[in-house]
């Protein structure tokens, strides 16, 4: 899960070419601002007990900081990537790819709001953590990225986030494009493997384990500390 802004490359290729792709079936619809609030909730209640998500944000003193941190992510998302809801309003999936979003005003009114929401010390770890993810495949000159995924807990077991991964991991494996995800949670790896990803390395990052997953064939197995 990427949260916060890094120094990527300019875009190679545009979800706009996927996107009737993705939309084919009406199994999914790509959301918009009118659906921010919607897919804040069903993001709260998926990351509420994340380890990662609780160990960057330990150190904030907002009682609100989850809150914050959702409501970040996805207007980023919105700006610089697309953001997939299922038909039925009850999972979500925030793609990124390999593009920067353009400066101005909303930017940084955006990131200093942040800033001084969750406090420095969070930011730092997000920063870190963040830096060492991209390290792994920023490299990649094209690539496509599972920024978060979330499925409400009543509605989960019933294929919801399959449905909402498959077209774009098909699509992107039609132009030999690597997806990328990173997960805190062992029970998620076993679920990713069985679409096709596969943990090329291991990050230790503060007290947890950051398996990070590919769908390109890469040396997997390897730690790397924080």
């Not at 979003?101 to 406090?119: C, D, K, M, T």
């Not at 493997?193 to 997997?220: R, V």
Request: with cysteine; proline share 3%.
């Amino acid at each position: 899960m990427c949260i916060w802004p890094s120094k990527l490359v300019e875009t190679c290729w545009s979800f706009k070419a996927v996107q009737d792709f993705l939309i084919q079936g009406d199994l999914m619809r790509r959301a918009t601002l009118a659906d921010v609030d919607l897919i804040k909730n069903i993001l709260l209640v998926s990351f509420r007990n994340d380890p990662h998500v609780t160990w960057l944000l330990e150190e904030s003193k907002n009682k609100f900081k989850l809150t914050v941190l959702i409501d970040y992510v996805v207007h980023q998302t919105l700006r610089r990537g697309e953001i997939y809801l299922s038909d039925d309003n009850n999972a979500v999936a925030l793609w990124d790819c390999e593009r920067n979003e353009r400066v101005s005003f909303h930017y940084i009114w955006r990131n200093l709001a942040f800033l001084i929401q969750i406090g420095i010390k969070s930011v730092v770890r997000i920063v870190k953590s963040e830096a060492q993810v991209h390290n792994n495949f920023g490299k990649y000159p094209r690539y496509c990225h599972l920024y978060m995924i979330g499925v409400l807990p009543e509605e989960q077991g019933k294929g919801l986030a399959s449905a909402l991964m498959n077209p774009m991991i098909q699509r992107m494996k039609e132009k030999s494009i690597p997806v990328f995800l990173e997960t805190a949670n062992l029970r998620n790896v076993d679920i990713y493997k069985k679409k096709g990803f596969k943990i090329f390395k291991t990050l230790t990052i503060g007290d947890q384990n950051l398996f990070l997953m590919s769908t390109e064939s890469q040396n997997a197995g390897s730690i790397a500390p924080a």
